[in-house]
């Protein structure tokens, strides 16, 4: 059974930082495409804000390029999104999802898998 778990989600004032993890089970990771995905309140889920998979590559959304990448450890079948220079805008649910092969749709509805989402604040 495919499990996918996030945390780090908190709340952060404008211009600070956080790291998100999103822990996977019963997968084997470096054959998975993971995403990592928002929706922020009263609004539908955004395509992919940051996409990696197994062959290394990525994918950014030009809202959070050069602030937010993304990184994985195959070992501790972990995908991390290191999230910099914060603002209000990027207040929102995160989810993590991941789909067998590789980066080929940043779309929510071509993702199999799904975890519950970490909500991320940020505010002054």
């Known amino acids: 059974q495919v499990q996918l778990v996030e945390s780090g989600g908190g709340l952060v004032q404008p211009g600070g930082s956080l790291r998100l993890s999103c822990a996977a089970s019963g997968i084997t990771l470096n054959n998975y495409a993971v995403g990592w995905f928002r929706q922020a309140p009263g609004k539908e889920r955004e395509g992919g804000l940051c996409?990696?998979?197994?062959?290394?590559?990525?994918y950014y959304a030009d809202s959070v390029k050069g602030r937010f990448t993304i990184s994985r450890d195959n070992a501790k079948t972990t995908v991390y999104l290191q999230m910099n220079g914060l603002n209000p805008e990027d207040t929102a649910v995160y989810y993590c999802a991941a789909v067998w092969g590789v980066v080929v749709t940043t779309t929510p509805r071509g993702y199999d898998y799904w975890g519950q989402g970490t909500q991320v604040t940020v505010s002054s």
């Open positions: 996409v990696s998979d197994g062959d290394g590559n990525t």
